[in-house]
């Protein structure tokens, strides 16, 4: 099993609609989780972090964490086709009293104009 | 705003050529990470340092690379001798502590070698 899973689309919604991506973790103790959206040919742009259960709103972006489920969503509302990317979730594990990131391979995000 | 420097943003090389990046954190940051990033998959770490220390270099193949952040700031990530299988996007990340939380990339550096 991976250590973050993500469905690596394409998932094609309509402008105006909202697009829910998801993402699962395998490891227990995690305690801070990130959304990146990185465009073709760009590097990862941090969008939004979430540490504690329940949902967390910025703008048209609402991250939602379900840590007994090991669960992470990210839910984009009113999508614009400049939301066409690839956004990759990310995990902070801590192996061996130190940190690191753990990236999903992303899911590919197609807004139909 | 602050901004996490790396350099070149792109490089063509021929296998068993030296390369080297170079990456300048965001000011304070004391964590900085560099990823190699092929089409289709997520961000794999190749290095991490805490200031100037080697955090976790488990999944840097230091037959061919190396990497440095001799003064605790910006760092340089070498290849000698590059491969084929080198080709891939090198990014460079930054966080304010080893916690994080939140972490930056740079631009990153698209390296193709033929």
């Known amino acids: 099993q991976k250590e973050v899973e993500q469905n690596s689309g394409p998932l094609s919604v309509p402008e105006g609609a909202i697009a829910s991506l998801n993402c699962t973790y395998s490891?227990?103790?995690?305690?801070?989780f990130f959304w990146y959206r990185q465009y073709s040919g760009k590097s990862p742009e941090l969008i939004m972090s979430?540490?504690?259960?329940g949902d967390k709103e910025d703008g048209r972006f609402t991250a939602q964490l379900n840590k007994a489920s090991q669960y992470v969503s990210l839910l984009i509302r009113d999508s614009q086709p400049s939301d066409s990317a690839t956004y990759l979730c990310?995990?902070?594990?801590?192996?061996?009293?130190?940190?690191?990131?753990?990236f999903g391979t992303g899911t590919r995000l197609k807004v139909l104009a | 705003e602050a901004e996490v420097a790396q350099s070149p943003r792109y490089k063509i090389t021929e296998k068993s050529q030296a390369v080297a990046f170079w990456c300048d954190p965001i000011?304070?940051?004391?964590?900085l990470y560099w990823y190699r990033q092929i089409l289709g998959q997520g961000p794999e770490l190749l290095v991490q340092?805490?200031?100037?220390?080697?955090?976790?270099d488990s999944q840097l193949p230091k037959d061919r690379f190396s990497a440095e952040r001799l003064k605790g700031v910006d760092s340089t990530l070498k290849i000698q001798p590059a491969e084929l299988g080198d080709s891939a996007m090198y990014l460079c990340?930054?966080?304010?502590?080893?916690?994080?939380?939140?972490?930056?990339f740079g631009p990153g550096t698209r390296l193709t070698v033929t």
């Open positions: 990340a930054s966080s304010r502590d080893l916690g994080g939380p939140e972490q930056y």
């Open positions: 490891d227990r103790v995690s305690q801070s």
């Open positions: 979430i540490y504690s259960n």
């Open positions: 990310a995990v902070n594990v801590s192996p061996r009293g130190t940190y690191k990131y753990i």
């Open positions: 000011s304070g940051h004391a964590t």
């Open positions: 340092f805490q200031d100037e220390s080697v955090v976790d």
